[in-house]
DNA sequence: CACGAAAGGTTGCTAATGCAACTACTTTTT
DNA sequence: AAAAAGTAGTTGCATTAGCAACCTTTCGTG
């Protein structure tokens, strides 16, 4: 139990690097009527065409409410719509309008220059570690909450 | 170019682990009246001791509007007090209180079990590896902001 | 089939955060 | 010394995000 003198940990440089994305994106994407928060949204639309809400939230392990909000403003910007589910009326399957698929390239640029940013002095193998550790931490951070929360409801 | 089908960026997981770290720490210290936002800047005193908010606001790379806020609620709960600049009436010393010295072994043991959570199965090299390439990739995103900025007042 | 549980969504509330604009002091320039 | 420029903090506003509570529809079991 060394005595961990500075505050040199991971998640106090993860955050960092959380907050001038987002501040990088959101600027970026704004000219789009997009904001950082939707953009993750139509990242899985590009994927997987189309998805209900649950959907989208199980794949980015995000919140139902923010899921719905953030539909919501794609809506009212015109990059999906929303068509009626063919067997449940209580859901919705979300689906990309033509201006988002004119945009896809645009938008995966410019995630990728970030990214690029992000590891501009990273070797080639360097740049495959980082992901695949964040990758682990991600599933190990989930796999963590999903447990509380189990713990929570016994 | 080739096409980057799967969504499987850097930023991708790391926004993972940054919100589900929120979502642990903010649970885990509530009961302390603590925030997730505001152990940020209790960490620093414990290395600093006594700080401006402009230097708090530097160290961490955080807005001094958050810093201001963040202070404020520490203040409220008796974590910290705010004492006169000696020479400079523009500014305040951010000091911390009895109760945060006695509670800084429990934060610190705390954040060291979420890294530990998300570092659960890591080699003791990767452990490593995982803090370099996340400080490197908080310095070029500073960077890149701050020129962003420097364009923009020229 | 009916009733209760579960699932998909929405609304109200709260926290962290950044930006713009403002106040109040300090330092620099002329 | 007076005016200009810069620095420390604060307040108002907007965004992303989660949680609790609620509505509606669907499903499962007696």
Known sequence: MENQRSYESAGRWLSTVHRYGYMHLSKTFDEYGLGE???K???VLFEKKEQTQEQMANVLNIDKTTTARAVK???DEGY???KPHA???RS???CLTAKALDMEPMIRSILK???NTLTEDFTDEEKVIVVGLLKRMATNAIAKIKQEEGVKEK
Do not use: A, I, N, S
Request: proline share 0%.
């Open 37 to 39: 928060g939707q953009v």
């Open 41 to 43: 949204f139509l990242m």
């Open 73 to 75: 403003k794609l809506e």
């Open 80 to 82: 999906v719509t929303r």
């Open 87 to 89: 067997t449940d009326r």
């Open 92 to 94: 919705h399957l979300v």
């Open 113 to 115: 220059d970030w990214t």
